[in-house]
């Protein structure tokens, strides 16, 4: 899977469905790291968001 680094996990989601896409995993966080989203995009494709903790080392 491919993942892909954003500022702003619920921007990029909303704006990948007005295009067509689909969440699968809305933002779910990974203590101390982050967090990750999944969207489907509308060939189907599954995408991975990434967004860092600022706090993280």
Do not use: R
């Not at 921007?11 to 999944?38: C, H, R, S």
């Amino acid at each position: 899977m491919v993942y892909v680094k954003v500022d702003d996990l619920k921007e990029y989601l909303d704006k990948a469905e007005k295009l067509g896409g689909k969440t699968m995993i809305p933002p779910t966080p990974v203590p101390g790291m982050g967090n990750f989203a999944w969207l489907n995009d509308p060939e189907g494709n599954i995408v991975g968001l990434w967004k860092a903790d600022s706090t993280a080392a």
